[in-house]
C-alpha cells in the first residue's frame, strides 16, 4: 500500500446536475411507459432509443390478459418469459436450465400453473401462468414442470446502467406501483422477414401501427428518484444528520439539509477519510465522496457530467441543483474555504 501526495491548484469544477435535454427526454419516455404498464397496457423494450437491435413486449405479470398475452404470442417466436427478481425464483424453486445457470441468459425450468389450466399452450393459459407466477402468495407446488412459460431470474443489485432485459422489464413494473414485480417478455420477431428479430425502423414502425410507447433501458438510469444503490440509508453524525449512498468503487455522503441547494461544496476523499471530513466543523452543508485512489477522483467528476450514470443519478438524489467539485488533485476545506493537501490511499 503506497501512500501518496496529490499536488494542488485553486482550479474548481461546477456541475449542473439539472436533467440535460437528452435526459429529459429518457424521463419522457420512461414516465410515459411505466403509466401505460399501470393501466395493464404493453410497452415496447428495447436497448438503446437510437439504434435498437432488439425490443421486447412487456407488462406487468400480474395483469397478464388474454388478449395481451396473444400479442405478445403472435409477434413473437412464441416464446413468453416471466422476469423475477432473483429471489423471488429461488423461493418458488424455480431451478436454472441446463445451461443457463451462468453468463446472462437466467432462464429457469419451464411452467405452467398447477391448477386451472389445460394444456398450458393457450394464450389463456400462459397468461393464468405468468399471473401465478406475480402472485404473492404462490408456492413451489403452485406450478408443474416443464410447463409452457419460461421464468427469468432479474438481478436487481446492479445499477441501472448495467441493466439487461430482464432487470428493465420488472423495474418498469415495479415503478408503476404494481407489486407483484414480475413483467412477461416476449422478442418481437421481424416483420419484412419472420426468421430474424425486428430491429432499428421495423422495431418503431411496429411500435407506431400498435400504439405502443417506445422505452429503452438507457432510458432507466436517468431517474430524479434514487436508484438502486448497494446501501442506502440515513445516518447521524456527530453535529448533523446525513445520508449515506454506496455504489460500486465510491462511497456518497451527502451532510445536513442540501436538498434545492446550489453549488454545494464536494469534498473528494480517501475512504478512510470520509467520516473524518464529515464530522469537520463546519455549519455548510457538503457532500463527502469516499474513492479508492487518487485516478477514482477523474473518474467520478467525468461520471458526474454523463448522462444516465450513476454517479450523476447519486448526486441529483440528494437534491442539490448543483455542485462546486474540486477538480482532480485539489481540496478544500470548507470551513476555511482554502486548499489543503489531501493524502490518498492506492491499494
Known amino acids: 500500500m503506497t501512500a501518496i501526495d496529490d499536488t494542488y491548484t485553486p482550479a474548481t469544477m461546477l456541475v449542473d446536475l439539472t436533467p440535460s435535454d437528452a435526459e429529459r427526454r429518457s424521463l419522457a419516455r420512461a414516465g410515459t411507459a411505466v403509466a401505460a404498464i399501470a393501466l395493464g397496457h404493453p410497452v415496447l423494450l428495447v436497448g438503446t432509443e437510437q439504434a435498437p437491435t432488439r425490443g421486447e413486449i412487456v407488462f406487468a405479470a400480474s395483469r397478464a390478459a388474454v388478449e395481451s398475452t396473444a400479442f405478445a404470442v403472435r409477434h413473437s417466436s412464441g416464446f413468453l418469459q416471466v422476469a423475477l427478481p432473483a429471489q423471488r425464483c429461488v423461493e418458488l424453486g424455480l431451478v436454472a436450465q441446463r445451461g443457463a445457470d451462468?453468463?446472462?441468459?437466467?432462464?429457469?425450468?419451464?411452467?405452467?400453473?398447477?391448477?386451472?389450466?389445460?394444456?398450458?399452450?393457450?394464450?389463456?393459459?400462459?397468461?393464468?401462468?405468468a399471473r401465478l407466477l406475480a402472485h404473492p402468495d404462490a408456492t413451489a407446488e403452485s406450478f408443474t414442470r416443464p410447463g409452457h412459460v419460461v421464468p427469468l431470474r432479474a438481478d436487481l443489485?446492479?445499477?441501472?446502467?448495467?441493466?439487461?432485459?430482464?432487470?428493465?422489464?420488472?423495474?418498469?413494473?415495479?415503478?408503476?406501483?404494481?407489486?407483484?414485480a414480475a413483467a412477461v417478455l416476449a422478442t418481437v420477431i421481424g416483420v419484412d422477414n419472420d426468421t430474424t428479430l425486428a430491429?432499428?425502423?421495423e422495431l418503431r414502425e411496429f411500435a407506431r401501427d400498435h400504439r405502443l410507447p417506445i422505452v429503452a433501458i438507457d432510458d432507466l438510469a436517468v431517474d430524479l428518484c434514487a436508484p438502486a444503490f448497494a446501501v442506502d440509508t440515513g445516518v447521524q453524525l456527530a453535529a448533523d444528520a446525513a445520508r449515506l449512498m454506496s455504489f460500486d468503487e465510491h462511497i456518497v455522503l451527502a451532510v445536513g439539509d442540501v436538498r434545492g441547494a446550489g453549488t454545494v461544496p464536494v469534498h473528494i476523499v480517501a475512504m478512510d477519510r470520509v467520516l473524518l471530513e464529515?464530522?469537520?466543523h463546519t455549519n455548510l452543508p457538503r457532500v463527502v465522496v469516499g474513492v479508492t485512489e487518487a485516478s477514482a477522483r477523474q473518474r467520478f467528476l467525468d461520471r458526474a457530467l454523463t448522462d444516465g450514470d450513476i454517479v450523476r443519478a447519486a448526486l441529483r438524489a440528494t437534491g442539490a441543483r448543483s455542485i462546486r467539485a474540486f477538480a482532480p488533485g485539489v481540496i478544500r476545506s470548507c470551513a476555511a474555504h482554502a486548499p489543503v493537501p489531501q493524502r490518498l490511499l492506492r491499494r
Open 102 to 129: 451462468a453468463g446472462i441468459l437466467r432462464q429457469c425450468v419451464t411452467v405452467d400453473a398447477a391448477n386451472g389450466v389445460g394444456t398450458g399452450i393457450s394464450a389463456a393459459d400462459r397468461a393464468a401462468t
Open 278 to 280: 464529515a464530522n469537520a
Open 199 to 201: 430491429a432499428g425502423h
Open 157 to 180: 443489485h446492479h445499477p441501472a446502467s448495467e441493466f439487461g432485459f430482464a432487470e428493465a422489464a420488472v423495474t418498469l413494473v415495479m415503478r408503476s406501483g404494481d407489486t407483484g
